[in-house]
């Protein structure tokens, strides 16, 4: 009778343990493999490839008679400590000329890049550093050709105005970047006439940013031309001086932009400091809002930061409604704060795109029954 009794109770433990092992499975599944922290095949590659860019780079360098940047050292061991390959590259605060006769550190970092086959840097952002002619004729040089290169960031950099010209054709070879930024840079309106001399037939940047470049309202003209004719999503003028006058020149092209979603003029002397000038921006305002009340791909104007005051907030909800009565697509557009708060939030809500009123189906309801 006892081992019988023990048989029994061994037969029933092995069974319950079977079926907690069964139901842990379905409830959890097949167990997710976990990832190596080895690098890939691919990385391995790439690895490779930098260690023979940075190789060479030294190369070049000794041979100059030069000191690598540190940077490039840092980033360098940086990326095969960690096991990736280097795809962005920050030169902040670089020196790239030790004195007037000394070879340009850019000139020697970009030319061991080309020659050793190193294609995996897509972004290079160089902040606050100032560009000699043998640095902007490097640079120019380097992005005609690169199809790694994805983003290409200038900030706070000091360009000769003589070397202007050489950068922008440089930048209209290029058909990999899609994202530029050229902030805090010297450019003027003759830089940006000649950006977009050069860049008029770019079907391939995206995104364009030139925040406190010194442009004013001469370039309205200019920039009516440019940027219905180029694949541009969003640009941003953010704190140049194109004032009411430049607003009201660039206006005729909103209907005809069909790519070009986002446009922003934030902080761009668009102001009424004088009682006087309260008639000239009105009718100025009054113009812009006549082109907008026709279709147009733009989703969002921004205005914000400029002191354009109520009676300008007015002609502006004035358009937003019309263009609602009219059936046309909602276009949202940011203003200053600097008007009564109710009229500021109804040009707000005038913005804003209707909500979907269709009601989705449950799910899991009843079927019905056939006939």
């Known amino acids: ?19 907690l092992t069964m139901a842990k499975k379905k409830k959890g599944g097949k167990a997710k493999k976990k990832k190596s922290d080895e690098p890939s095949e691919a990385d ?9 860019f940075y190789k060479g780079y030294l190369k070049r360098v000794e041979a100059a008679n030069d000191k690598e940047i540190e940077a ?3 980033a360098y061991k940086t990326a095969i400590r960690e096991g990736k390959p280097l795809v962005h590259l920050v030169l902040d605060g670089v020196a790239f000329h030790d004195s007037e ?102 079907d391939v940047l995206k995104e364009l940013t030139l925040h406190r470049c010194g442009i004013t309202d001469a370039s ?3 920039l009516r031309c440019y940027l ?21 020149d660039i206006a005729p092209a909103f209907p005809e932009l069909e790519v070009l979603k986002e446009i922003s ?15 000239y921006l009105k009718d100025s305002i009054a113009a812009t809002c006549e082109h907008l009340k026709k279709p147009t791909g733009l989703k969002t104007l921004n205005l914000s930061f400029n002191n354009i005051g109520d009676a300008c907030g007015e002609v502006i909800l004035a358009c ?4 609602k009565e009219l059936g046309l697509p909602a276009l949202k557009v940011m203003v200053g704060h600097r008007m009564r708060s109710e009229l500021f939030e109804a040009i707000a809500s005038a913005g804003k795109a209707k909500a979907t009123t269709g009601k989705k189906k449950k799910k899991g309801g009843k079927k019905k029954k056939k006939k």
């Open 1 to 19: 009778l006892f081992v019988c009794c023990l048989f029994w109770f061994v037969c029933f433990g092995l069974l319950s343990n079977q079926s």
């Open 44 to 52: 391995l590659k790439k690895i490779e490839s930098l260690k023979v």
């Open 72 to 74: 490039i050292t840092v």
């Open 101 to 202: 006769t000394s070879p340009s550190k850019l000139e020697i970092l970009l030319k061991s890049i080309q020659e050793t086959g190193y294609r995996f840097i897509s972004e290079l952002y160089l902040w606050n550093v100032r560009l000699e002619v043998d640095d902007i004729t490097a640079l120019a040089t380097h992005v005609k050709t690169r199809l790694d290169l994805k983003r290409l960031e200038l900030m706070g950099c000091t360009l000769e105005s003589s070397a202007m010209d050489i950068f922008t054709e440089g930048l209209g070879y290029n058909r990999s970047i899609k994202n530029l930024k050229l902030s805090f840079v010297n450019l003027g309106d003759e830089g940006l006439r000649l950006l977009a001399l050069h860049m008029a037939q770019n």
């Open 220 to 222: 309205g003209a200019v």
């Open 228 to 248: 219905p004719a180029v694949a541009l999503q969003s640009v941003s003028f953010e704190g140049n001086q194109l004032g009411f006058k430049g607003l009201e």
């Open 265 to 279: 003029f934030q902080e761009n002397g668009i102001d009424v400091l004088d009682p006087a000038d309260m008639t």
């Open 320 to 323: 937003l409604k019309e263009r």
